[in-house]
């Protein structure tokens, strides 16, 4: 995944601004996307919540210091954005919609590619089910392949608490996973 990591003269002219953002939408919109999806977003709500996160980094874009990588810094305001967003989503859900309807709608689902759907669908619901602060990490390390550092700077935590938060993270999914098998 390429990754814009060049902040030289952003913000120093206005149309300069213009096409960095430009080129910044194309290159990151789709990862952007998936990584609402990862947070546990539901599909018909992902691009409007990448267009959120889009319009919050035009709307600061004057702010970026460029003391770390631009993606980064669009990650950053993703993952605040997200967190936000599912908790409120979840909020009005819960008092529309029991949850054993939720997922009758998942189960029974049968044919070709039933097994790989249905495991793919519970590694999903584990991930989701994990707390916000161990799903954050876990997403960006593991499904992003952030790098430690990358994922610190992103969620401005230390890096031993990235690993700790990647550690309990793994030993939670493992658990939820335990005996199951597709």
């Not at 008092?95 to 189960?107: C, D, G, I, K, L």
């Not at 390390?141 to 309990?168: F, G, K, Q, W």
Request: glycine share 6%.
């Amino acid at each position: 995944m390429e990754r814009i990591q060049a902040a030289d003269g952003l913000g120093t002219d206005v149309a300069h601004a213009a096409e960095s953002l430009e080129a910044l939408y194309r290159q990151e919109y789709r990862r952007i996307r998936l990584l609402a999806w990862r947070f546990g977003l539901p599909e018909d709500e992902l691009d409007d919540a990448a267009q959120d996160v889009f319009a919050r980094v035009c709307a600061g874009f004057d702010r970026f210091r460029g003391d770390c990588a631009l993606s980064t810094w669009l990650t950053r305001i993703a993952v605040n954005h997200f967190t936000l967003r599912r908790r409120a989503l979840f909020r009005r859900l819960r008092t529309f919609v029991p949850h054993s309807e939720a997922t009758e709608r998942v189960a029974g689902r049968d044919g070709p590619g039933a097994e790989a759907r249905e495991a793919h669908e519970r590694a999903v619901t584990c991930v989701r089910r994990l707390p916000v602060k161990l799903r954050q990490v876990f997403v960006l390390r593991h499904l992003e392949e952030m790098n430690c550092r990358e994922v610190a700077e992103t969620l401005d935590i230390p890096e031993a608490t990235v690993r700790t938060r990647s550690y309990h993270a793994c030993r939670k999914l493992r658990g939820m996973l335990k005996g199951y098998e597709p």
